[in-house]
């Protein structure tokens, strides 16, 4: 049910991509050939017309289903364990991850809210779910990148693309990067659904305070869409380096050896401001497809944006 809530919430989140995809396109440039948006915007344009700013979006728009997918029920899978982990704790030691609560009447049961839920269990789940998608994202990332920054006429289509990466390096080079991406999926995930679930946490609980319910979705969008800009605020150097090691020919040696070759080779260069090339053009795209994103998981839940609680379970809408 959570794999396939998450994948509606996926659904939904292919318009943003297609939307979002230039702006992708036009960050990835920055990432891996510097310049500011306008002359990434103007090299793109040369080197294809309108068409460019869209190559590399196929696989990822037929993947993003599955990640989303992924993502929201290992999410949603960590929660459960941990809050069961949490009802075999003592109940001295209980107090950690609920502190005192409060009921609000609903009109005909009473939902039971946490005054201060702790989002421990929102981070370490965020992190897990960040982990456990980035075995996809991986390669789906590393073929957008390679086609976002090679030319038409050396790699023309998709199949082209998985063609020259398998035969430069064999199965191998579909990793490439993927320690990167691990890395930038997994903490990035735990700060995203914290912000997100403590904006959205707030704005209900304002409306639930007047002892009124409102599932209206503007709450979880631009919730959604605030968490989209801290992942992305938090993640960015990370992210470069990724695109920078993704980005490299796979029918030639490589430059990088890894993470920390690549991010001291890039300090080297340019300093701290080098780990944020095309965060305006990431920003831009990430708000509104984050929040189109979490708005649809909340409306593919059974019970949208609520906690709802069982008899010794919680559970995380």
């Known amino acids: 049910m959570d794999f396939l809530a998450g994948c509606g919430a996926g659904k939904q989140r292919m318009v943003g991509l297609v939307v979002g995809h230039p702006l992708d396109t036009i ?23 309108a068409p460019a700013f869209f190559r590399g979006m196929t696989i ?28 075999h704790m003592p109940p001295s030691k209980r ?32 992190c897990v779910a960040g982990f456990c998608q980035s075995f996809v994202v991986s390669p789906v990332e590393l073929t957008k990148i390679q086609l976002q920054t090679a030319s038409r006429a050396s790699v023309p289509d998709n199949t082209a693309c998985i063609k020259r990466i398998y035969a430069g390096k064999g199965i191998k080079g579909f990793a490439l ?11 990035s995930n735990g700060v995203f659904m914290c912000v997100y679930k403590l904006i959205f946490d707030k704005t209900s609980q304002r409306t639930l305070s007047e002892g009124q319910i409102s599932e209206h979705p503007l709450y979880p969008f631009f919730a959604g869409g605030a968490a989209g800009m801290a992942y992305w605020t938090v993640n960015m150097p990370l992210d470069v380096i990724k695109s920078k090691i993704q980005a490299q020919d796979p029918t030639k040696p490589y430059v990088y050896k890894g993470i920390v070759d690549c991010g001291k080779t890039m300090y080297r ?26 708005c649809e998981h909340e409306i593919s839940k059974e ?9 010794g379970k919680e559970k995380l809408h």
């Open 60 to 87: 990822p728009l037929f993947a993003n289903g599955i990640i989303s997918g992924i993502f929201f029920a290992s999410f949603e899978q960590t929660v459960e364990m941990l809050l069961s982990w949490k009802d």
């Open 177 to 187: 990067g993927y320690r990167a991406t691990i890395a930038r999926d997994v903490y």
């Open 269 to 294: 260069r340019g300093g701290l401001k080098s780990f944020y090339p095309g965060y305006v053009a990431t920003i831009v795209r990430g708000f509104p497809v984050n929040g189109i994103t979490l």
């Open 303 to 311: 019970v949208p944006g609520k906690l709802s609680v069982h008899p």
């Open 27 to 49: 960050r990835v440039h920055q990432q891996t050939r510097g310049g500011n948006i306008f002359k990434a915007f103007r090299t793109i344009y040369r080197c294809g017309g």
């Open 95 to 126: 107090s950690d991850f609920m502190n005192e609560e409060f009921c609000i009447k609903n009109t005909c049961e009473m939902i039971q809210l946490p005054k201060h839920e702790t989002y421990v269990n929102t981070f370490i789940a965020g």
